[in-house]
């Protein structure tokens, strides 16, 4: 998103993006009648003022993570995955029934319901992937078009496969359960469970795999300049559907965190869950990179678990948050505008 | 059930379930024609069905019979002042169309259920008191059995096949619509033939922003007569596959527009007809997603894109 900038724009503009948001915010909670300095109170206690809503806040933002990281990873190779959402949704019914379908030990049942999840979202992601390597068709359109199949798909899954026609599965076992006793002894039985410390490896993964080995510079050069990688005697195929195949795992991930973690079964979806499409705002705002993403998604995390928490305190209806992160997300994609008047300060000032 | 009460029913709900997808998936053809891909049809439409919703029971009382007409005007004016969002980002602020169509989904939804929240107390509104209602097309309905299959119907579904003809008029036989197409194929060609390439985009945005508002007003009048979080879904996207199923013309997009109305209705008036009730209900919710799929891919012949679209045009540069 920021390439052609230097790199102090590259952090001041996100931060303006974020402030101007929150300006926004209250500029709307002013304007229907509400005390904006009350309701961002509400909103910081809601997500970070008492242990119990720390411990949520990490929950929320364990997908996060994985969502931002799996937008971001194709954003670098010249792909734009708006189907995070439905990946994450099938490695969401993946993960739970491979947790369901077997009777195993621990160390054995955990890692494989977690790696059906990577396993069904780079799946759906083959789809789009195969499709603009072989035929050049526009992976954003495929990837959107996904997430409704991706939809449908798991409700029937759910309804008629998975379950005995109930509108939720039943819980996973223990065997494949990430839930953590001892972050709810630590956080008063909020929902927090271990997947934080899998997303945060997710991270470290993201960065060895496209900053420090051969494959990811393929990758990241294959996003620059398609006809150079192709001279330079890299196969640009191969790569493109490479690059689908790990952002969807990391889609499927943050599902498998959904279903083995935060809510331990599947359930019918009447619409999506949001969270893959709050992933191109995470991956967007953490200039894609690995570092960046935390950080984005820990600030998305804070006002999405904040904003549930603000009717009750100040009386602001939870959506003030969506209208915040479109405003944030407006701002970082027009980049272009913001380092524009940047430029003409400092011109300015001298 | 005899054949002609089924495709009574048939033709009833597929024209009912169409129309908002004309209007909208029109308004996508009149954007990307200009060069500016728009994700954000969702939102418009979003957008429409709010303001068309809050009208409608704001003034029932004093504009009576009128106001299902009025409340379509206002969700066609407020749709078109929220498009300038897109198009201010996406072809001034040359941001990617994508993203800047993403935010508009967000904001819309998020904007629509704040105020619902804030002026309802409650996540839904209540029905509206004044939908538009079922009626008979004077002339045509007298037709021996056509007549009461096809003239029975929501005087919306028939406006929105008139707008998809006046659309293709518009766009393949003015001078207005060469310029548009121009400017979507090659604006550096336009430009240098003295089209203003921005002031054409913005139109054609704004037109999608009245259209998109348009289709989700009359969503909102027709068949969900509530606006809640849930009152648009995904209806904005199945509009976008049917501009790109209808190859970016107006009449095209009309007919994929109508096939994925009968569709979503198949989903669910479907379990009543013998031959689709062993048909698992997900396939026919996620056809016409799959169909966009499969057209994209070239299967259903190829589609070829505006030139130059998803690309904002820099004065100067080559």
């Given at each position: 998103?920021?390439?052609?900038?230097?790199?102090?724009?590259?952090?001041?503009?996100?931060?303006?993006?974020?402030?101007?948001?929150?300006?926004?915010?209250?500029?709307?909670?002013?304007?229907?009648?509400?005390?904006?300095?009350?309701?961002?109170?509400?909103?910081?206690?809601?997500?970070?003022?008492?242990?119990?809503?720390?411990?949520?806040?990490?929950?929320?933002?364990?997908?996060?993570?994985?969502?931002?990281?799996?937008?971001?990873?194709?954003?670098?190779?010249?792909?734009?995955?708006?189907g995070?959402?439905?990946?994450?949704?099938?490695?969401?019914?993946?993960?739970?029934?491979?947790?369901?379908?077997?009777?195993?030990?621990k160390?054995?049942?955990?890692?494989?319901?977690?790696?059906?999840?990577?396993?069904?979202?780079?799946?759906?992601?083959?789809?789009?992937?195969?499709?603009?390597?072989?035929?050049?068709?526009?992976?954003?359109?495929?990837?959107?078009?996904?997430?409704?199949?991706?939809l449908?798909?798991?409700?029937?899954?759910?309804?008629?496969?998975?379950?005995?026609?109930?509108?939720?599965?039943?819980?996973?076992?223990?065997?494949?359960?990430?839930?953590?006793?001892?972050?709810?002894?630590?956080?008063?039985?909020?929902?927090?469970?271990?997947?934080?410390?899998?997303?945060?490896?997710?991270?470290?993964?993201?960065?060895?795999?496209l900053?420090?080995?051969?494959?990811?510079?393929?990758?990241?050069?294959?996003?620059?300049?398609?006809?150079?990688?192709?001279?330079?005697?890299?196969?640009?195929?191969?790569?493109?559907?490479?690059?689908?195949?790990?952002?969807?795992?990391?889609?499927?991930?943050?599902?498998a965190?959904?279903?083995?973690?935060?809510f331990?079964?599947?359930?019918?979806?009447?619409?999506?869950?949001?969270?893959?499409?709050?992933?191109?705002?995470?991956a967007?705002?953490?200039?894609?990179?690995?570092l960046?993403?935390?950080?984005?998604?820990?600030?998305?995390?804070?006002?999405?678990?904040?904003?549930?928490?603000?009717?009750?305190?100040?009386?602001?209806?939870?959506?003030?948050?969506?209208?915040?992160?479109?405003?944030?997300?407006?701002?970082?994609?027009?980049?272009?505008?913001?380092?524009?008047?940047?430029?003409?300060?400092?011109?300015?000032?001298? | 059930?005899?054949?002609?009460?089924?495709?009574?029913?048939?033709?009833?709900?597929?024209?009912?379930a169409?129309?908002?997808?004309?209007?909208?998936?029109?308004?996508?053809?009149?954007?990307?024609?200009?060069?500016?891909?728009?994700?954000?049809?969702?939102?418009?439409?979003?957008?429409?069905?709010?303001?068309?919703?809050?009208?409608?029971?704001?003034?029932a009382?004093?504009?009576?019979?009128?106001?299902?007409?009025?409340?379509?005007?206002?969700?066609?004016?407020?749709?078109?002042?929220?498009?300038?969002?897109?198009?201010?980002?996406?072809?001034?602020?040359?941001?990617?169309?994508?993203?800047?169509?993403?935010?508009?989904?967000?904001?819309?939804?998020?904007?629509?259920?704040?105020?619902?929240?804030?002026?309802?107390?409650?996540?839904?509104?209540?029905?509206?008191?004044?939908?538009?209602?079922y009626?008979?097309?004077?002339?045509?309905?007298?037709?021996?059995?056509?007549?009461?299959?096809?003239?029975?119907?929501?005087?919306?579904?028939?406006?929105?096949?008139?707008?998809?003809i006046?659309?293709?008029?518009?766009?393949?036989?003015?001078?207005?619509?060469l310029?548009?197409?121009?400017?979507?194929?090659?604006?550096?060609?336009?430009?240098?033939?003295?089209?203003n390439?921005?002031?054409?985009?913005?139109?054609?945005?704004?037109?999608?922003?009245?259209?998109?508002?348009?289709?989700?007003?009359?969503?909102?009048?027709?068949?969900?007569?509530?606006?809640?979080?849930?009152?648009?879904?995904?209806?904005?996207?199945?509009?976008?596959?049917?501009?790109?199923?209808?190859?970016?013309h107006?009449l095209?997009?009309?007919?994929?527009?109508?096939?994925?109305?009968?569709?979503?209705?198949?989903?669910?008036?479907?379990?009543?007809f013998?031959?689709?009730?062993?048909?698992?209900?997900?396939?026919?919710?996620?056809?016409?997603y799959?169909?966009?799929?499969?057209?994209?891919?070239?299967?259903?012949?190829?589609?070829?894109?505006p030139?130059?679209?998803?690309?904002?045009?820099?004065?100067?540069?080559?």
């Open positions: 998103m920021f390439e052609g900038f230097s790199r102090f724009q590259k952090i001041l503009i996100p931060l303006i993006s974020v402030i101007l948001g929150l300006i926004v915010g209250a500029i709307i909670m002013l304007v229907s009648g509400f005390n904006p300095i009350q309701g961002y109170a509400a909103l910081l206690k809601g997500s970070l003022g008492e242990s119990f809503y720390i411990g949520e806040t990490v929950r929320q933002i364990t997908p996060y993570i994985f969502a931002g990281l799996a937008v971001a990873f194709a954003f670098r190779t010249g792909l734009f995955n708006i995070v959402e439905g990946q994450l949704l099938v490695g969401w019914v993946a993960s739970v029934w491979v947790g369901l379908a077997f009777d195993l030990p160390v054995i049942h955990l890692p494989m319901a977690i790696l059906a999840g990577a396993l069904a979202g780079a799946l759906w992601a083959f789809i789009p992937g195969i499709l603009k390597a072989r035929l050049r068709v526009h992976e954003v359109i495929v990837t959107i078009m996904m997430n409704y199949i991706a449908h798909f798991c409700n029937y899954l759910i309804r008629y496969v998975i379950s005995d026609e109930q509108n939720t599965t039943d819980r996973v076992p223990e065997t494949a359960s990430l839930k953590s006793p001892f972050f709810e002894t630590l956080t008063e039985f909020s929902t927090m469970h271990y997947g934080i410390f899998l997303a945060l490896l997710g991270v470290i993964i993201y960065y060895i795999v900053e420090r080995t051969t494959t990811g510079f393929e990758l990241r050069s294959v996003g620059f300049n398609q006809n150079a990688s192709e001279y330079a005697g890299m196969n640009v195929n191969r790569n493109i559907v490479l690059s689908m195949l790990i952002s969807g795992a990391f889609a499927g991930l943050g599902g965190m959904e279903g083995l973690g935060t331990g079964y599947g359930f019918i979806h009447g619409a999506f869950s949001g969270v893959g499409f709050d992933g191109i705002a995470v967007l705002l953490g200039g894609n990179v690995a960046g993403i935390v950080f984005a998604a820990a600030l998305f995390g804070i006002l999405k678990q904040g904003a549930l928490i603000m009717p009750l305190e100040s009386g602001v209806p939870t959506e003030l948050v969506e209208i915040v992160i479109a405003i944030i997300i407006f701002f970082v994609a027009s980049s272009y505008i913001i380092a524009y008047l940047l430029q003409r300060l400092k011109k300015g000032a001298k | 059930m005899s054949f002609l009460t089924a495709l009574d029913i048939l033709v009833q709900s597929m024209l009912l169409s129309a908002p997808l004309i209007f909208t998936a029109l308004g996508g053809v009149f954007s990307e024609r200009s060069g500016v891909v728009n994700i954000g049809l969702e939102g418009l439409m979003v957008i429409g069905a709010f303001s068309a919703v809050v009208f409608n029971i704001t003034f009382g004093s504009l009576g019979d009128a106001t299902p007409w009025i409340s379509l005007l206002v969700a066609m004016a407020v749709g078109g002042v929220f498009s300038l969002i897109h198009a201010v980002a996406s072809i001034s602020f040359r941001a990617d169309h994508v993203v800047s169509g993403v935010a508009i989904n967000f904001l819309a939804l998020g904007l629509g259920v704040y105020l619902v929240k804030d002026w309802y107390g409650a996540g839904q509104t209540p029905q509206i008191p004044e939908p538009i209602r009626t008979n097309i004077p002339l045509l309905y007298d037709i021996p059995v056509i007549g009461p299959i096809f003239f029975d119907n929501y005087i919306t579904s028939y406006v929105a096949i008139f707008v998809a006046i659309a293709w008029y518009i766009i393949f036989k003015t001078p207005f619509g310029r548009l197409r121009s400017v979507g194929e090659h604006p550096l060609a336009a430009d240098t033939m003295g089209i390439v921005y002031k054409m985009r913005y139109t054609a945005v704004v037109i999608s922003g009245v259209l998109g508002g348009l289709g989700g007003g009359v969503y909102a009048l027709t068949i969900s007569q509530i606006f809640s979080a849930g009152t648009i879904t995904g209806q904005g996207f199945i509009a976008l596959a049917a501009v790109i199923f209808g190859k970016w107006p095209g997009a009309m007919g994929a527009a109508m096939f994925f109305g009968l569709a979503q209705s198949l989903a669910i008036i479907g379990s009543s013998p031959l689709l009730a062993d048909v698992p209900n997900w396939v026919l919710l996620a056809a016409p799959a169909l966009t799929i499969l057209a994209l891919a070239g299967f259903i012949g190829r589609a070829d894109a030139k130059a679209i998803g690309t904002p045009y820099i004065k100067g540069k080559r």
